[in-house]
């Protein structure tokens, strides 16, 4: 009788820690994290929305991206619709990675040119909430997590980004990341900035079971960035607001 109750205490015990180390936000986004950087492939449906007011006038901006991302290959296959003023325009455009050098096949007038760049992140950083200042769960919403970032990551966040973009001031970024199944299924981040609002949507699926590649008279016709003639018409940036 004393070696069953001594059996029952332990097992009990081991539920108990067990679910304690699953209930810790912080461990439960960093085992997420590991199980996608640890996937073939998968795809990614992200959009950008952005609010901002321009003379008094209130102007909304959006952009939608569809992609299936070959991670292992180091291929990606995008199909980007942008939205402004009414307006909308959708081109398809590819990279692959392949020794640390990049290369972007995109499209302009309907003709491919290529860029080669060296170092280039096309991956998403899933370790986001690594030595954030809080990770807390969010009322409300299943399985969903807010990140607080620190003031070195804020810094860090902006700093990565161009000359113009580190130099605004941010009132805020808020991240929301949720997991399914021990993977991230949606990350979403809204940041203001100089009084607008952009909030970028990121949802994750297809696990593994996705597949890119590069049409093979894209690679064959695409022409170097540098030697490619753009055609800018004054008219194609006049806007009434």
Do not use: R
């Amino acid at each position: 009788m004393k070696k069953l109750k001594y059996l029952v205490l332990t097992l009990l015990l081991v539920v108990a820690v067990g679910c304690g180390a699953k209930s810790n936000p912080e461990e439960i986004l960093k085992q997420a994290s590991q199980n996608m950087k640890n996937l073939d492939s998968y795809h990614m449906d992200m959009t950008m929305d952005m609010k901002m007011n321009y003379e008094g006038t209130k102007i909304e901006m959006s952009a939608k991206v569809s992609s299936d991302l070959d991670v292992k290959n180091g291929v990606g296959a995008l199909e980007t619709t942008a939205s402004f003023l009414g307006v909308s325009e959708t081109q398809k455009s590819y990279f692959t990675t392949k020794d640390g050098i990049t290369t972007t096949y995109s499209q302009e007038d309907g003709e491919w040119y290529k860029e080669t760049e060296e170092d280039t992140s096309n991956s998403v950083d899933f370790d986001i909430f690594s030595g954030a200042s809080s990770i807390e769960k969010v009322k409300g919403e299943k399985n969903t997590y807010k990140i607080v970032l620190s003031d070195e990551q804020v810094k860090e966040l902006i700093g990565s980004a161009d000359e113009d973009v580190a130099n605004m001031e941010f009132d805020k970024i808020d991240i929301k990341i949720t997991v399914e199944n021990e993977k991230i299924t949606k990350m979403v981040m809204t940041m203001g900035v100089e009084g607008s609002e952009i909030t970028f949507t990121m949802e994750f699926s297809k696990f593994n079971e996705v597949s890119a590649t590069i049409p093979e008279d894209v690679i064959k016709n695409a022409v170097d960035y540098e030697d490619y003639e753009f055609d800018f018409e004054d008219d194609d940036y006049e806007f009434d607001l």
